[in-house]
């Protein structure tokens, strides 16, 4: 059975620094996988945050660039959101999510990903 568990999240006074974690189990190449960090704060819809593909290949949204970094272990099947300079508007709920992809291809869209963690909650307090 493959899983994704998220774990780091809490709250932080604005300006503070968080860093989660998403810890994959099951899986038979999690190292080929594309993971994306989404957030869903209250009365919104989903959004990416940022990814990295298996070779390390990074993007992030334009509203965490300079604060966020997403990075990943592959011996502990471990992908990690380094958040910083949090602001109020960083609080919601945070998923890791992934999907298969060898050749580095990692989807923008929520339905591309086929594994979701339960995800972590985020609150940036002002």
């Known amino acids: 059975q493959v899983q994704l568990m998220e774990s780091g999240g809490g709250s932080v006074q604005q300006g503070g620094s968080l860093k989660l974690a998403c810890v994959a189990s099951g899986f038979s190449s999690f190292g080929g996988h594309c993971v994306k960090w989404f957030r869903q704060a209250a009365t919104k819809e989903r959004e990416g945050v940022a990814s990295?593909?298996?070779?390390?290949?990074?993007k992030y949204a334009d509203y965490v660039k300079g604060r966020f970094t997403v990075s990943r272990d592959h011996s502990k099947n471990t992908v990690y959101l380094q958040m910083s300079s949090l602001k109020p508007e960083d609080t919601a709920m945070y998923y890791c999510?992934?999907?298969?992809?060898?050749?580095?291809?990692?989807?923008?869209?929520?339905?591309?990903?086929?594994?979701w963690g339960q995800g972590t909650p985020v609150t940036g307090a002002s």
């Open positions: 999510a992934s999907t298969s992809s060898f050749s580095g291809y990692c989807p923008l869209e929520v339905r591309e990903y086929a594994n």
């Open positions: 990295i593909n298996g070779g390390g290949g990074l």
